[in-house]
């Protein structure tokens, strides 16, 4: 792992300006993933393109059970001006009013038909020290757009993706692509403040969903038949998971609720290996469920 030794080379690194064709990754320099790449991970299974009706689904996901507990380790490192960074990273999970939860990862799975994402990226703003969101979905094949949206730099960096020259989001400048390698589970991190951290999963499908503070989740362009709707915590490992029948143009809405109990709680260990790769599509991935960093999702 090359770590910045200066912030104003780093600054330096981070302004130059490279060919349209080669965008400057976060970790490493490389060119957009190969179409032909993407589509043998993503579709292993060479199934066609769905091109039929769609439906969507969309609703809350709450907490029930034990309140989220302090996060006393990652509290102390916080700075005096970056108290606002508290409220993110100063317990295990974020909730919302009526106790809806945040960064929790929906996914519509095991539908038949290869459906490609609409957009060639996500984007991930940094604001008062801290990501504005503890978990980070992506289709394999997009990339992460890092943007710091305040007068702070931030250096993120992909744990479990090879690792070369960190570049700089500068303030209030141009996003910071990042490009996970594989599909898989990684860490974000912000290497000028190490307790700001995103779990980052790489799936091979685009029909998921990342719930803010109102716990609100929207997943459209799933084709028709019977689906299976999953939901994950990552820091708690809280999941859930339905079977639903997707119509033609309409929209389906479903609460889930998760659980959390104090007393059983073990906390993961954060490894920064590099995650498993597999063959799996949506129509044979299972359910969101927990993964330790380093292990295929």
Known sequence: MVIVPLLAMALTIACKRLPQDQPADAGHTV???????????????????????????EGTVSMTGDAAPDLLPFIDKIPADCAIAANTYGKLFREGAGRAVADVLVAATGYTGYVKPKVDHVDLRAQDCAWIQKT????????????????????????GAPTGALLVAVPMGDAV???????????LIDSMRLYSK?????????????????GRYRIEGIPVGLTTLSALLPSTSSNASRQVTITPN???????TLSFDRSTFRPQVTQSSKPNSSTQDAKSEPPVTSSPAGKRQ
């Open 250 to 256: 309409a929209t389906v809405h479903l609460d889930l």
């Open 136 to 159: 980070v979905a992506l289709t394999f094949g997009q990339r992460i757009d890092v943007k710091s949206v305040d007068s702070r730099p931030y250096i993120p960096q992909l744990l």
């Open 31 to 57: 060119v957009a993933i190969p179409k032909e790449r993407i589509d043998a991970v993503n579709n292993a299974k060479k199934q066609a393109l769905y091109q039929g009706p769609t439906g969507t689904i």
């Open 198 to 214: 995103a779990d980052v999963f790489v799936v091979r499908y685009p029909t998921w969903d990342v719930t803010n503070l109102n």
């Open 177 to 187: 692509p990042i490009f996970p390698p594989e599909p898989g589970h990684y860490v």
